[in-house]
């Protein structure tokens, strides 16, 4: 996937998830692996 919409996708995320950015970035870390 490129950069440009990876970045793209994580503001998307951001911007609809909020204040649950921290559990999200969790999530994505034991999922995704980074």
Not at 13 to 27: A, K, T
């Amino acid at each position: 996937m490129a950069v440009d919409k990876v970045i793209e996708f994580e503001s998307l995320l951001i911007g609809c998830i909020g204040s649950n950015r921290d559990e999200f970035e969790y999530q994505r870390f034991t999922e995704i692996g980074y």
